[in-house]
């Protein structure tokens, strides 16, 4: 059960000093938010410090404050309250930040389905796209004015988790407060060119090798097909990409016409791979990963597999079949 805003503008109006948190490996959504907050709050005059226990992917270097975020929470005084955005876990925070002790009352503001809860206040919009949107709704609540480096913040979040409006959560209120950021001075292309025209050569190269392991799977009911891609660390280190840089290569697999799962193997270590699930929505992906001790959401889910690349795939192609078959 959620509470709305009124307990959590509350605490931030009796607040001085606050600390702002997303979750390790950070995407668009974690830092658009973690950011679009921080400088809300610094708006009011407020102290607020962003913390990212993991490094800023380079292609958000470009967003106003990155610049502040830290990565470090060694010698900082107390804080009157935590916020913690995008966040469904409290481990999910990362080690260090959980063993801080200065971190005070902890303010959830969310839209993971599965959200624990694990704050003091719980704000948690499942039907929200993103928690750009609830960071939006909460600054319009709490009557902060969304400047021009507010609004780029909270529309590369929406941008993002909607993968460009896209994606089943693309809603329109996500398209009408987008709408309302560029209206504040977001400017899409100067975003897009950023975020998603700006990427290393060897994220290509990477990509080159991956998609030459693409198989297609054909279901015994003729309707429906699998499609299979992997990365091992051998790719990684021939072409110099970074782990991040095979994130959203799942979408290519769901990509192709006729497939109704798209699944990535991605080697973690010694016979372990992290295994990203893609549905078009006639095969609930959750589903499967639950099996395997992940979970997700129904068209976007992941777990982790142990065992050798190839009884790993049969491993898990036969769990979506089974599942298709249902
Ligand atoms: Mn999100």
Same mark, same amino acid.
């Given at each position: 059960m959620s509470d709305y805003f009124g307990a959590v503008i509350e605490r931030m109006r009796q607040g001085e000093r606050f600390l702002v948190v997303s979750h390790v490996n950070p995407e668009g959504d974690a830092i658009g938010s973690l950011l679009g907050l921080a400088l809300a709050l610094r708006s009011l005059g407020k102290d607020a410090v962003a913390y990212l226990e993991d490094p800023l992917p380079g292609i958000f270097e470009f967003l106003p404050g990155s610049e502040t975020i830290v990565h470090t929470l060694d010698g900082e005084a107390p804080f009157d309250a935590t916020f913690a955005v &995008?966040?469904?876990?409290?481990d999910r925070l990362g080690k260090n930040f959980n063993k801080?002790?200065?971190?005070g009352p902890v303010l959830n503001l969310d839209h993971h389905t599965t959200n624990d809860n694990f704050g003091e206040l719980n704000v948690v919009f499942? &039907?929200?796209?993103?928690t750009g949107e609830v960071i939006f709704d909460f600054c319009k609540e709490a009557s902060i004015e969304i400047t021009t480096d507010i609004a780029i913040n909270l529309y590369v979040a929406i941008h993002t988790d909607t993968g460009s409006f896209r994606y089943s959560c693309t809603s329109e209120a996500a398209l009408k407060k987008a709408g309302e950021l560029v209206g504040r001075g977001a400017d899409p292309w100067m975003i897009s060119t950023q975020v998603?025209?700006?990427?290393?050569a060897s994220k290509y190269k990477l990509l080159a090798r991956v998609l030459s392991t693409l198989n297609i799977i054909e279901m015994e009911d003729a309707k429906h097909l699998i499609a299979t891609l992997y990365v091992t660390d051998e790719m990684f280190e021939s072409t110099g990409a970074d782990k991040g840089h095979a994130d959203g290569f799942v979408n290519y697999a769901r990509g192709i016409e006729g497939v109704e799962a798209g699944v990535l193997f991605r080697e973690?270590?010694?016979?372990?791979y992290k295994v990203s699930f893609r549905s078009k929505g006639d095969v609930d992906v959750a589903d499967v990963a639950l099996g395997f001790g992940g979970g997700g959401h129904s068209h976007a889910a992941g777990c982790s597999v142990t065992g050798e690349l190839k009884a790993v795939m049969e491993r898990v192609v036969g769990a979506l079949k089974a599942s298709l078959a249902g």
């Open positions: &995008d966040c469904g876990q409290m801080f002790e200065g971190m499942p &039907d929200a796209s993103s998603y025209e700006n990427h290393p973690t270590g010694p016979d372990e």
